[in-house]
């Protein structure tokens, strides 16, 4: 019997009841996977249905109109979200990459212990305490800006990318540096030169992941970047945000307002959907 057919024939000769098991159970991981899915289909079918209409030129080219009035756009809003997520990963980037980094390559040292602590906490504080922080550091002493709110989506995103540069770390052959070291290269110049460029790709991954999760973060920008209704590039100044604007459309009384809040959640919603595609797919091809 050729091990093949084995399954096969394994698969016919199942009893009544361990195939009516099997259909049960294959039924139940389907109503449990279309129950995860419907929320997700239901949110874009409703936001295409009713912000889509909305996403005209006006809408990536104008500021909102004032309240009551129809057209305007929410330009403001796209160019602050870009901003202030370019400054957040560069602060969550050079600290989520060196701590790591430590982690990973360092795991006797003493301070990994609290490092690692001090990691697992940031994953679990609420981003508006995070936007609370970043009111006492900086908006009490300069005033609401654009650098405040990056500096809290910063923060949050600094434990996922912590995580995911460790476990990429952790990936590469202990071979590599073997041989790295056995070459007379200090360690921290086969960490730099040798094992980040082996795991680049998993940590854009990460780093991409957590872009995702801090961009419709509407909470902490309420406390630090506060919003402005015309365009502002000076990150000193308050500066307005995609969350931002949605939260203040859907809670306006105005249909247009609510409208324009629709049409800037489904932007969100398809950029962050993009982008954990592109890093999923990145994921797998690494």
Do not use: C
């Not at 996977?33 to 409703?46: D, E, G, H, K």
């Not at 701590?99 to 003493?110: C, N, T, V």
């Amino acid at each position: 019997m050729s091990a093949a057919t084995t399954p096969s024939r394994a698969r016919h000769q199942l009893s009544p009841a361990r195939r009516v098991q099997n259909l049960v159970m294959g039924g139940l991981i389907v109503l449990a996977t279309a129950i995860v899915v419907a929320p997700l289909i239901l949110i874009f079918a409703y936001l295409i249905r009713e912000g889509l209409g909305a996403m005209n030129l006006d809408f990536f080219t104008k500021v909102p109109a004032p309240e009551g009035e129809t057209g305007g756009g929410l330009a403001n809003a796209i160019l602050g979200s870009i901003e202030m997520l370019a400054m957040a990963s560069v602060l969550g980037v050079l600290v989520g990459v060196s701590g790591g980094i430590f982690l990973a390559e360092y795991p006797r040292h003493p301070l990994m212990p609290t490092i690692r602590m001090i990691s697992d906490v940031l994953a679990g504080i609420p981003a508006i305490v995070m936007g609370l922080v970043a009111y006492g550091l900086i908006v009490l002493k300069f005033g609401f800006s654009g650098l405040a709110g990056a500096v809290a989506l910063g923060f949050l995103m600094i434990p996922i990318v912590v995580r995911t540069t460790e476990e990429v770390l952790k990936l590469v052959p202990q071979t590599v540096r073997e041989a790295g070291l056995a070459l007379g290269l200090p360690k921290w110049l086969v960490t730099l030169r040798i094992v980040l460029p082996a795991a680049a790709g998993g940590i854009v991954t990460g780093v991409m992941l957590a872009l995702a999760r801090v961009a419709g973060e509407a909470a902490p920008l309420l406390f630090t970047a506060f919003g402005n209704s015309q365009i502002n590039l000076d990150p000193t100044k308050p500066m307005s945000a995609l969350p931002l604007e949605i939260y203040r459309g859907a809670t306006s009384a105005y249909d247009e307002n609510q409208r324009l809040a629709k049409a800037g959640a489904l932007l969100l919603i398809t950029l962050i959907f993009l982008t954990s595609l592109l890093a999923r797919r990145a994921s797998r091809r690494r």
